[in-house]
């Protein structure tokens, strides 16, 4: 098995060279260019065993655009935002935090599931967006920074002080955690995803968004 991450990072069809042409025939020899040193011809074959998987972001524009020799050479699959991951992973991330002996899970899930479904309300958003759309769809480990944010938070490191809830106060405004989260890991992402629209534009559209973060759409 061969993993090329980020495959569109590169072009490929330089990259990979007469390989572009074994990957669909497989154990057929193809002629090189080079000679060996003794002036014969010598030939590459890609065994039928031998498994390619590439990852990459469509969206990403600052990367080479895959042509469409090459994209029939591969079957594709799309992996989108999973909201039902992310209490699972928030929940193993917080358990080798320091803090968590003070502030065991069963405190922190029920404002882990809040945010597993403001994710998805903004997700929708961005979905719907006529500045954006599903493409620009948020993945769910950008909401994985959330551990770090609530255990680096002043309230949560003093000892001996358990906040009543750790992402939104008791009226609905969001803590400071929650800000961190959206200022520092979200905002910064979607402002660039914004990027070379009219600015008063983008700033309305980040706001609004934001507002369907911290208070529901």
């Known amino acids: 098995m061969l993993l090329l991450d980020e495959m569109n990072r590169v072009d490929l069809s330089r990259l ?4 572009f042409a074994a990957l669909e025939d497989r154990d057929a020899e193809v002629d090189l260019p080079a000679l060996d ?20 972001n469509l969206i990403d524009q600052s990367v080479e655009q895959l042509d469409f020799a ?13 909201a039902e991951v992310i209490p ?31 994710a998805t309300e903004l997700n929708r958003e961005i979905a719907s967006s006529r500045l954006l759309g599903e493409q620009y769809e948020l993945g769910h480990t950008y909401f994985f920074d959330i ?4 255990a680096r938070w002043p309230t949560v490191a003093s000892r001996g002080y358990r906040p009543r809830s750790y992402l939104w106060k008791s009226g609905g405004d969001p ?9 520092h890991s979200l905002a910064p992402l ?18 609004r968004l934001q507002q369907v973060f911290f208070f529901g759409a």
Do not use: K, M
């Open 147 to 150: 551990a770090a944010f609530i």
């Open 16 to 19: 990979l060279g007469e390989c």
């Open 37 to 56: 040193p003794g002036g014969g011809v010598r030939t590459l074959r890609i065994p039928a065993d031998l498994h390619f998987i590439g990852t990459l």
């Open 190 to 207: 979607l402002s660039e995803y914004l990027a070379g629209i009219d600015p008063e534009a983008r700033r309305r559209e980040l706001d």
């Open 88 to 118: 699972d992973v928030i929940e193993q991330r917080w358990a080798v935090e320091p803090r968590s002996g003070h502030h065991p899970w069963s405190r922190l899930s029920s404002d882990i599931d809040q945010l597993t479904e403001r």
């Open 70 to 82: 090459l994209r029939r050479r591969f079957l594709w699959l799309h992996c989108g935002f999973r």
């Open 175 to 183: 803590q400071p955690p929650l800000r961190d989260l959206w200022c």
